[in-house]
């Protein structure tokens, strides 16, 4: 099993900036693919931004521009850097990671417990 611990949320006002972690751990896998989605109240879960271990990274348009997402491979650790914060930004940040079994070649997709981001004056 993979577990992600997620850390860096926060209230903070709109135009300011914040930056997410999420660390993966897991010897058995290979994490192929990391990500951050989110979720306001009464919406759907959205993709934010995911990442491949090769570097290829994809957005969603309402953060194009603003967030940033990169990662770590030797940690094993994926950061979102938020600036420009706008109060639609306010939402429950998950972290996702797509895993590769070593011993089966099996994929499976993991979540993190979530981190609060609010953005109000």
């Known amino acids: 099993q993979v577990q992600l611990v997620e850390s860096g949320g926060g209230l903070v006002r709109p135009g300011g900036s914040l930056r997410l972690s999420c660390a993966a751990s897991?010897?058995?896998?290979?994490?192929?693919?990391m990500g951050w989605y989110r979720q306001a109240p009464g919406k759907q879960r959205e993709l934010v931004a995911t990442?491949?271990?090769?570097?290829?990274?994809n957005y969603a348009a309402s953060v194009q521009g603003r967030f940033a997402i990169s990662r770590d491979n030797a940690k094993n650790t994926v950061y979102l850097q938020m600036n420009s914060l706008k109060p639609e930004d306010t939402a429950v940040y998950y972290c996702?990671?797509?895993?590769?079994?070593?011993?089966?070649?099996?994929?499976?997709?993991?979540w993190g417990q979530g981190t609060q981001v609010t953005v109000s004056s």
């Open positions: 897991g010897s058995r896998f290979n994490i192929v693919a």
């Open positions: 996702k990671a797509d895993a590769i079994e070593l011993m089966t070649a099996r994929l499976y997709d993991y």
């Open positions: 990442t491949t271990s090769g570097g290829g990274t």
